[in-house]
């Protein structure tokens, strides 16, 4: 790449340290890495990659860089390089005696992508990633090719080696190259996977035409190739392609499609969304979406205003061929058999936490129906035979819907009427399980307020004594015989290990209820246990979920604000509540303590509660049952073993 000179006159001033914006400091990065990078798994670890990648990706995107390199070397450090502006070097205007490379790398909340004047859409906008990357690495080297000369500057764990050097003349050359190390002290074993990493390098070329991006890899996993060049000039149209890998589709090319913003809206709307979509009948359908180049696997604004187009285009269709049924196609209808990808490019996107999984841009719904609307309706019209065999095979999957829900409501009629329920369940009055919900609550006392906070249509109660049964620990013919374990299957409407069918779940949602202390925690881990190991399909689908009581209330006259933790209470407390006088802190025990309002406010309302969805990490599931055997499992052994293992994680999680 040194060779390639991108815009050789193209003035650098407009992009220099001055636009470079510092928000805070850094810090609390490798206390809890968690927050900033969801994790410290191998997920996470791939997450730096990706933060420094996208870096690149944004100057590429903003039409300075055209060629990336991503290489994984032998020491398991990478290196990802790009021919863009290079990160400003000069001193920056707030700290005279740094360089901006160094604001940037060592501050948090540092970057030129909050004013949208260094970039029009950027993937980045927190100013965070680069600085959380450099904090979790051991060793961080950079280097910025910028005005013909070549700087460096090296970090271990956030800290400069020694301040920024120019280490010589770059006559030919011009860019940013990061090298980095994750540091073991926070990922311990993990490493990075070449195939992992090979998949989002190509993706990020689809997304974006104008880039060319190498790859290479030190490291042979036998299946990935260790080199490899990605340009696809054909875009989103060629992935979908690729990622449909010859399953027949209702239509010979996908619908696809590429608007700017600008044209469509006025020239102040920067920005643009493609997208290219097919049906078909063999394998379930699947969405991928992105917004400027980051991938956001819990979708957002702009899938919504994707499916939004969709569902109109294709019931409008319907109305024109006098097609009455097409009225009743829904959502998960044109989802069902529906492949699709949506990347979407936006000024200042708001996501939803710092690893982007959702896209929180109201505006982006409006910008992406509105762009693909009109060319799905022209599309469905000039390609009247795909158009007409996917209007059929929708029809056909919201019939086979509603069937399917007309046979559940009567199923769950009879079965209500013919069940032995548990006597201490209070069942919920809904009659069909869409919306529905059960609370598995610890004791009888925190039965009584929740009783009284539930809304009565939708939720259910079921109260357990004590602590159930640790399955791992028992024979199978203990746990068919175990009192409370048969009242919950029975309260769910399964049976366990190979019987339970999760189509026969009473609940849309299970939820477990238990007091925010340890042994709450305890009883919380026996039932997942038994979930994992009984009901698996019940966590694989996502039904199962924990509830988040909190563990302090504030109040202040009038005001009240529920906190869940000592952090939280802290934060609280020093930002103080709005209102006059004293601020009293309650500290609540148990679930039983709390009144209905409370409970309902915080807990149980769908509207205001927060509730973890527990799932298994789909890249190691063995990982989670090799935990779950360790933890819970018969052998004291090796619960100890992993304790001692783990005793600094333990302890910090105590604090
Ligand atoms: N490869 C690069 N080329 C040019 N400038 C860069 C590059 N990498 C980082 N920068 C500059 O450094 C700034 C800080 O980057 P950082 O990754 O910390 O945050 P961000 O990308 O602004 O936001 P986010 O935290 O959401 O990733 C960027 O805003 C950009 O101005």
Redo the contacts with the bound molecule.
């Keep these: 790449m040194a060779d390639d000179l991108l815009r050789e006159n193209e003035p650098e001033t407009a992009y220099d340290a001055s636009?470079?914006e510092v928000l805070e400091g850094l810090e609390p990065v490798r206390k809890r890495p968690g927050m900033y990078i969801g994790g410290t798994d191998e997920r996470a670890l791939h997450h730096l990659v990706a933060?420094v990648l996208?870096?690149?990706m944004?100057?590429a995107v903003a039409g300075h860089a055209n060629r990336l390199e991503v290489e994984l070397n032998e020491d398991y450090s990478v290196t990802i390089r790009?021919n863009?502006?290079?990160?400003p070097v000069d001193p920056h205007p707030k700290f005279p005696d740094k360089s901006a490379l160094e604001v940037?790398l060592c501050t948090l909340h540092?970057?030129?992508?909050f004013s949208g004047k260094?970039?029009q859409t950027?993937?980045?906008?927190?100013?965070?990633?680069?600085?959380v990357v450099n904090a979790l690495s051991d060793y961080m080297r950079v280097e910025v090719a910028r005005n013909k000369e070549l700087y460096m500057q090296q970090f271990s764990r956030g800290i400069p080696d020694g301040p920024i050097e120019k280490i010589g003349a770059a006559p030919n050359r011009r860019?940013?190259m990061v090298t980095f190390h994750a540091d073991e002290q926070i990922f311990g074993h993990h490493r990075f996977k070449p195939k992992r990493m090979i998949t989002m390098v190509r993706s990020k070329a689809y997304l974006f035409s104008g880039v060319e991006i190498r790859w290479k890899s030190a490291i042979d996993d036998g299946e990935t190739p260790t080199e490899a060049v990605f340009h696809f000039p054909g875009g989103l149209a060629d992935y979908l392609n690729e990622r449909m890998n010859g399953s027949t589709a209702y239509a010979d090319t996908p619908f696809a499609g590429k608007v700017q913003f600008a044209e469509k809206f006025g020239a102040d709307t920067a920005g643009s969304v493609e997208w290219a979509i097919n049906w078909t009948p063999s394998r379930d359908g699947f969405i991928q979406s992105y917004c400027n180049t980051v991938p956001t696997p819990e979708g957002g604004t702009h899938e919504a205003g994707f499916w939004a187009a969709i569902l109109k285009g294709i019931r409008a269709y319907g109305e024109l061929v006098n097609n009455r049924k097409a009225s009743q196609i829904t959502r998960d209808d044109i989802m069902n058999g529906g492949c699709a990808l949506v990347s979407c490019f936006i000024r200042e996107p708001e996501f939803v936490g710092?690893t982007k999984d959702r896209l929180a841009t109201t505006e982006a719904q409006r910008l992406v129906e509105n762009s693909v609307r009109d060319h799905f309706d022209n599309w469905l019209a000039g390609n009247t035979k795909a158009a007409g065999a996917i209007l059929d095979y929708l029809v056909l999957k919201s019939e086979e819907r509603l069937r399917r829900r007309q046979e559940k409501e009567t199923a769950r009629k009879s079965a209500t009427k013919k069940l032995r329920l548990p006597g201490k369940l209070t069942d919920c009055s809904a009659t069909n399980r869409e919306g529905t919900e059960l609370f598995i609550v610890e004791g009888d006392s925190a039965g009584g307020s929740a009783k009284m906070a539930r809304d009565r249509k939708t939720q259910a109660l079921l109260p357990l004594r004590g602590k159930i049964l640790n399955v791992l620990g028992a024979a199978s013919s203990k746990i068919g015989t175990n009192a409370e374990i048969n009242d919950l299957c029975q309260a769910l409407g399964v049976g366990i290990g190979t019987k339970f069918n999760v189509d026969d779940l009473r609940y849309d949602k299970i939820i477990i209820m238990t007091d925010a202390d340890v042994d709450g925690a305890h009883i919380a881990a026996l039932l997942m246990t038994f979930f994992f190991t009984q009901m698996r399909p019940m966590i694989d689908k996502g039904h199962l979920y924990l509830a988040c009581p909190p563990l302090f209330r504030l109040t202040q006259g009038a005001k009240r604000v529920y906190c869940t933790d000592e952090l939280e209470k802290e934060a609280a407390l020093a930002k103080g509540l709005g209102g006059k006088g004293r601020i009293d802190v309650s500290r609540f025990k148990g679930l039983g303590e709390m009144d209905a309002k409370d409970l309902k406010d915080t807990t149980m309302n769908p509207e205001t509660r927060k509730l973890i969805r527990v799932s298994i990490d789909e890249d190691e599931p063995g990982e989670t049952s090799d935990l779950v055997e360790r933890l819970m499992g018969k052998k004291p052994e090796m619960r100890f073993q992993y304790i001692q293992e783990n005793a600094q994680f333990v302890e910090e999680l105590d604090v």
Excluded: C, F, M, P
Aim: charged fraction near 20%.
């Design positions: 636009s470079i933060e996208d870096n690149s944004d100057e790009d863009g502006r290079g990160i940037i540092a970057g030129g992508k260094a970039y950027s993937g980045g906008l927190h100013g965070v990633g680069a600085s860019g940013t710092q």
